[in-house]
């Protein structure tokens, strides 16, 4: 063999065989520039609530494994749309896990089970005895996992209806389900979207209308300021408006829906005038990852401690 062929053979297996090594350390020290400041592992300001699935690569694939994590890096609360579908066992441990480390059991979400169709718009019996159904299923869910606020959706718009006759129906419907879930303390969060313009629910005005209409502490809004910011824009002044009805925030950036600091969303302005305004209830996490892996886990949560920064009152 010639004495450079047998070099550039013996340099490509020396390469090949620290690849992996070096690859792994670069990765290792990629998470470890990543800056949680100075109050890292500390509670933060505001009570921010992650979802199952958020932290799993730091903190395990199990659900439960990830609440331990997270408490370790200052997260106090969770929230868990799908609730409804885990098991009893999975929801009282879930409960029994946030019980022993003082954490707040956020939202879930009163589900149809048919993404938004069931439409209490429409007035139909069949939708309505749905929906009180899932209500009543709802109530020991809440005392297993000890939960106070879940989502609710009225669904579809029904076109062949005069807007009008929709809210009186969806009114009727919710004022039904708040008889349900008010003497167990339970509070629907109404919660206006932006994901397709056939839902029924769009604006924090029209959400506002209705909760005063329905009359009830078991009906109130939920904010999510991602849907809010792509429906209507002026984020604080639509806030200030429907203050006394909001119960429940939830947080995404736009465009992309992830983590602040990712899009257009001045969120440190944004939750400095909400802690001012008086509110120390939960922040939901409503949103993606905008990194993938370890990396974009800690990028995630360094972006928490940017934003949470603020100075109350200054």
């Known amino acids: ?4 062929n047998f070099l550039r053979n013996s340099l490509a297996a020396t390469a090949a065989a620290f690849a992996p090594a070096t690859l792994l350390a670069k990765e290792e020290n990629s998470a470890a520039n990543i800056n949680l400041g100075p109050d890292a592992g500390k509670p933060f300001q505001m009570d921010y609530a ?3 699935g958020m932290f799993k690569n730091n903190g ?7 609440i331990k994590w997270a408490h370790d890096q200052g997260f106090r609360s969770i929230e868990d749309n799908g609730m409804l579908g885990r098991s009893v066992e999975q929801q009282q441990k879930i ?3 946030l019980a022993k480390l003082g954490m707040t059991m956020g939202v879930f979400v009163i589900d149809g089970g048919d993404n938004w169709k069931t439409s209490l718009a ?3 019996k069949e939708f309505l005895d749905k929906f009180l159904d899932t209500c009543k299923k709802s109530i020991d869910v809440a005392k297993r996992c000890n939960a106070k606020w879940a989502t609710v959706v009225p669904g579809y718009f029904e076109r062949r209806l005069p807007i009008g006759v929709q809210t009186g129906h969806v009114v009727d419907a919710l004022r039904r389900g708040a008889e ?3 003497p167990h303390g339970l509070v629907m969060v109404l919660e206006p979207l932006s994901d397709n313009p056939d839902l029924f629910l769009r604006t924090s005005d029209q959400t506002y209308a209705i909760c005063r209409a329905v009359n009830s502490p078991s009906c109130k809004i939920l904010f999510d300021m991602y849907h809010m910011q792509r429906n209507e824009g002026n ?3 639509y806030m200030n408006l429907v203050w006394s009805e909001i119960a429940y925030f939830q947080i995404g950036d736009n465009p992309g829906r992830k983590e602040p600091t990712t899009g257009e969303m001045n969120y440190k302005n944004i939750f400095k005038h909400i802690y001012d305004k008086g509110y120390r209830g939960i922040m939901g996490m409503e949103h993606g990852n905008a990194r993938p892996g370890k990396d974009g886990e800690l990028a995630l949560i360094a972006a928490y401690r940017e934003v949470d920064s603020f100075k109350a009152g200054a």
């Open 50 to 52: 992650f979802h199952d």
């Open 1 to 4: 063999m010639q004495r450079r």
């Open 95 to 97: 409960g029994d896990t």
């Open 235 to 237: 984020i604080i002044q």
């Open 122 to 124: 429409t007035g139909k």
């Open 60 to 66: 395990g694939a199990d659900f439960i494994d990830q």
């Open 180 to 182: 349900i879930l008010e």
